[in-house]
C-alpha cells in the first residue's frame, strides 16, 4: 500500500501534531466494532485514549512541536499490547527528531509505503529528500481498514493531492 499527499504547515504552535492512520479498525469487541465509522460518536471528543484502546492501526504521528523537543516522527502500533497500560507502550522504534524536519509555510510531498512488516516515509521538500523506515513484526499483522488524518485542534495545515495506491493480489 501506498500512500501520498502534499502537506503544508502554516502554523507556528506548540504542542501540536498531524496523525496519519493507516488501515485502521476497531479491535471487533463492543463497542468499538470493526468499522470505527459505526463508533464515530465515541470519537466526538477525541480522547486519545479512545483511539489507542479501540482502533488496530498504524499511527503516524509528525510535524509536531513542543516546547521540550525538536520536530519528531514517531510511528505507533494500536492497540495497546495485552497487558499494556500506557500509550507509551504503542511506539515503534525508532523515533526520529530534528528541529527542520517540517518547516511553517513549506510545502512537503509525503509518501507512506507499507510493504508486509515495513513502512517507510518519505518527506520531500525544502530542497532536501528524507526516508525513515521502520520494521515491525506488528505492522504486518494489519492488512485492511480506513486511512485518517486527524490532526489537533492548535494546528493549521493543508492537505491537497491525497492519493492511495494497493498492490492487486491476484
Not at 507499507?114 to 492488512?143: A, M, P, V, Y
Amino acid at each position: 500500500m501506498k500512500i501520498e499527499y502534499e502537506f503544508t504547515r502554516q502554523d507556528t504552535i506548540g504542542n501540536s501534531v498531524a496523525i496519519l492512520y493507516i488501515l485502521a479498525e476497531g479491535r471487533d469487541d463492543l463497542p468499538f466494532q470493526k468499522d470505527i465509522y459505526k463508533w464515530r460518536n465515541l470519537r466526538m471528543v477525541p480522547y486519545m485514549y479512545i483511539y489507542w484502546w479501540g482502533m488496530k492501526t498504524i499511527h503516524v504521528s509528525y510535524a509536531t512541536l513542543t516546547i521540550e523537543e525538536d520536530n519528531w516522527i514517531r510511528v505507533r502500533r494500536y492497540p495497546v499490547h495485552p497487558g499494556s497500560k500506557t500509550f507509551d507502550q504503542t511506539l515503534v522504534p525508532p523515533s526520529i527528531s530534528g528541529e527542520d524536519l517540517f518547516k511553517t509555510d513549506v510545502s512537503y510531498h509525503l509518501t507512506f509505503t507499507k510493504q508486509g512488516d515495513t513502512l517507510t516515509f518519505e518527506i520531500e521538500g525544502d530542497n532536501k529528500t528524507r526516508t525513515f523506515k521502520w520494521k515491525n513484526d506488528e505492522l504486518g499483522s494489519i492488512s485492511s481498514g480506513r486511512i485518517g488524518l486527524r490532526q489537533k485542534l492548535t494546528r493549521s495545515s493543508l492537505y491537497k493531492n491525497f492519493k492511495i495506491y494497493t498492490k492487486s493480489t491476484k
